[in-house]
Nanobody
Framework: QVQLVESGGGLVQAGGSLRLSCAAS????????MGWFRQAPGKEREFVAA????????IYADSVKGRFTISRDNAKNTVYLQMRSLEPTDTAVYYC???????????????????WGQGTQVTVSS
């Protein structure tokens, strides 16, 4: 059973920064792609960023490119999302997701991820 636990959310002013963490357990973390998605009130969940099982290959949504950085520490079974220059439009519940197939590249669609965390709230005030 794979478990994902997010942390690091909170309230921040526009222009500020936050770092989200997602701790994974239950299988060989380093063999799977990891992603971050978010869901704002009244909107569908959307892709934010993802990182392949091998460190170095990352993809981002256009809306966060240049402001957010995804990274992973395979020794700690943890994936991070460093968020800078936050905007009120970044306000959402942020979800960590783990790929279902080992050695599969990072993807942008929810269907490519088999496991999800419970989410952590990020609120950016103007």
């Amino acid at each position: 059973q794979v478990q994902l636990v997010e942390s690091g959310g909170g309230l921040v002013q526009a222009g500020g920064s936050l770092r989200l963490s997602c701790a994974a357990s239950g299988r060989t973390f380093s063999s799977y792609a990891m992603g971050w998605f978010r869901q704002a009130p009244g909107k569908e969940r959307e892709f934010v960023a993802a990182i392949s099982y091998s460190i170095g290959s990352t993809i981002y949504a256009d809306s966060v490119k240049g402001r957010f950085t995804i990274s992973r520490d395979n020794a700690k079974n943890t994936v991070y999302l460093q968020m800078r220059s936050l905007e009120p439009t970044d306000t959402a519940v942020y979800y960590c997701a783990a790929g279902g197939e080992s050695y599969y590249p990072a993807g942008r669609t929810e269907g490519e991820y088999a496991y999800w965390g419970q989410g952590t709230q990020v609120t950016v005030s103007s």
